[in-house]
């Protein structure tokens, strides 16, 4: 009777071994873009096209919007699993909450308009509702999930705009790597390069000038400040005088004679290309606390 009980127990063990996982709460995605989709139903452009306006609109009134694609979210329902979302992204600015994320299940045929506190007022539970039973789920029974979601992400736009929030800061937003790194490389050698021609025509100090003041407007124009513009004129102005003074230089350099010969350079940068944002964009610290609305289609 024992030896029983005990297979019995081993049994039921190696059982619920399988059937959990299989009730495990789906992962919370990664935040990669300002539109996630990990079921392939928007296309290249349809991305492209709804991350541009999103950012776009970030950029104009500092509110953050997400989008997410998931197949299911079962075993929770799609509320519990756009909560954990929301806490795990933190869209929306710290302490201004003005975060609001998109999540449609697409298998389940639910969706979710999660609504940050600071939005709340605006974006209220009756008006996410609407937005998804006038706006989203007409289009989506059609078949037409990209054009559901540019109307419901132009709605929320369009209430948002007209909810006083605090101006978007004038901080640099760096974004990735692939952003800035030609003009990295522009700094740290462009004055090599460049910089040579320019003290060939002007002299050691006044071309020193004026390549730093190239290096300066080009990091003002890419990253738009002001302050680090003039940084990095700054030091281009420096590297352009002291690769004078080692003779150092790329496409020119001086010879033992003083004047000046041409060579030839291998260096140079490449940009890599992007698609979207390119793992740029993240939350801005925003917190949720369950307000929006829910929808089937």
């Known amino acids: 009777m024992t030896a029983n009980v005990w297979c019995a127990a081993i049994v039921i063990a190696l059982l619920l071994t399988f059937v959990f996982p299989a009730f495990a709460d789906v992962a919370i995605p990664q935040l990669t873009g300002r539109v996630v989709d990990q079921t392939g139903t928007l296309s290249s452009s349809d991305i492209a096209a709804l991350t541009q306006k999103l950012r776009d609109f970030e950029t104009r009134k500092g509110s953050q919007i997400a989008v997410l694609i998931v197949p299911t979210t079962q075993p929770e329902t799609i509320e519990q699993f756009s909560i954990r979302v929301a806490e795990a992204w933190k869209i929306g600015r710290k302490k201004v909450d003005d975060g609001a994320i998109l999540v449609v299940a697409k298998n389940d045929r639910h969706l979710r308009i999660e609504v940050g506190y600071g939005l709340e007022g605006a974006l209220t539970d009756v008006t996410s509702r609407r937005i998804i039973d006038e706006v989203i789920t007409p289009k989506f029974r059609e078949g037409d999930f990209a054009g559901g979601i540019s109307a419901g992400a132009d709605r929320i736009i ?3 705009d007209g909810e006083p929030l605090p101006t978007p ?9 692939n952003d800035i790194e030609p003009l990295f490389y522009f700094v740290l050698f462009g004055p090599l390069v460049v910089g040579g021609f320019l003290r060939a025509m002007f002299g050691r100090l006044l071309g020193s000038v004026v390549t730093g003041v190239i290096v300066g407007l080009l990091a003002w124009f890419v990253l738009e400040s002001a302050v680090i513009g003039l940084g990095a004129g ?19 350099g001086r010879s033992s004679g003083g004047s000046w010969s041409s060579g030839s350079s291998s260096g140079g940068w490449s940009s890599g290309s992007s698609s979207s944002d390119s793992g740029s964009f993240s939350g801005g610290g925003g917190s949720f606390g369950g307000g929006g609305a ?3 289609w």
């Open 158 to 160: 369009r209430i948002i």
């Open 169 to 177: 800061s004038r901080s640099v937003n760096f974004g990735s790597w």
């Open 234 to 252: 700054v030091l281009g102005a420096v590297l352009t005088f002291v690769a004078d003074l080692l003779g150092v230089g790329s496409g020119t």
């Open 294 to 296: 829910s929808g089937s």
